[in-house]
């Protein structure tokens, strides 16, 4: 995240100083990438942050995570 925001201010002056369509579409998706991220990672808390993601860890199984990734063996014994 931090690679992707350093450059924020720098193309924010860019645009001021000269603007053009392609600074500001850049400046775009630079953006978006770093929300992405931020919601993504649960970074600053946003959804919950650290204790949403180890909530979410331990309820999740050993069995159900083989079950959705479709390797559980099928024994019966």
Do not use: D
């Not at 995240?1 to 001021?16: K, R």
């Not at 970074?43 to 390797?71: C, Y």
Request: hydrophobic share 55%; glycine share 6%.
């Amino acid at each position: 995240m931090i690679a992707s925001s350093v450059f924020l201010p720098l193309e924010i002056w860019e645009i001021v100083h000269t603007p053009t369509i392609l600074k500001v579409v850049v400046l775009l998706v630079n953006i978006a990438a770093v929300v992405w991220l931020i919601m993504s990672k649960r970074l600053f808390g946003v959804r919950g942050g650290q204790a949403a993601h180890h909530a979410e860890q331990a309820s999740a199984s050993f069995l159900n995570v083989e079950a959705k990734a479709g390797t559980l063996s099928h024994r019966t014994r």
